[in-house]
């Protein structure tokens, strides 16, 4: 771990990770905030602005589509590529706006994605994202169709 990162995992203690975790849940007002962590809601204010000011969160609005809903599945893609050009690919991959997650991995993979199709578009999906990696060395490239979101959870602890 390195040191910065330690420093800020210092200054969180266990009411922090509790907001940490409700805000993950998608609980953000402060009074629903104050009430689950049992304390008030100016103590909550105080905190959470610690935590923006920090960056250790950064708040944004969102919401959670009901994927089947609207006909939307999601594809997992585990991709290894020659770490001499893992950082070219990267770069191209941020720029495609159907990839909606990546991670630097270690393992069978150096990088996984997350991206959404409908239902019968998988086949033009997979095809784009093999497109954008013509020209590098790929050693490999699997991909997981889901048909079912069983569980979301953005929370750290």
């Known amino acids: 771990m390195c040191d910065h990162t330690v420093k800020h995992l ?9 907001i940490i975790q409700e805000m993950g849940r998608g609980i953000n007002s402060y009074d ?10 100016s103590t909550i204010y105080r905190r959470v602005n610690r935590l923006e ?28 590529v020659s770490q001499k050009n893992e950082q070219e690919v990267i770069d191209a991959l941020k720029k495609c706006e159907d990839i909606k997650m990546m991670w630097r991995t270690y393992g069978a993979h150096n990088l996984i994605l997350i991206t959404f199709c409908g239902k019968v578009d998988e086949g033009n999906k997979i095809n784009k994202l093999r497109a954008i990696l013509e020209g590098f060395t790929v050693k490999s490239f699997d991909v997981c169709v889901g048909f079912g979101w069983e569980k979301m959870d953005m929370t750290p602890f």
Do not use: H, M, S
Not at 10 to 18: A, C, H, P, V
Not at 57 to 80: C, D, H, M, S
């Open 10 to 18: 210092t200054l969180i203690d266990e009411l922090d990770k509790k």
């Open 32 to 41: 629903a905030l104050a009430q689950k962590c049992n304390v008030t809601r």
């Open 53 to 80: 000011e920090t960056k250790i969160i950064t708040r944004q609005t969102r919401v959670v589509p009901n994927f089947e809903k609207l006909n939307r599945i999601a594809l997992a893609v585990g991709i290894n």
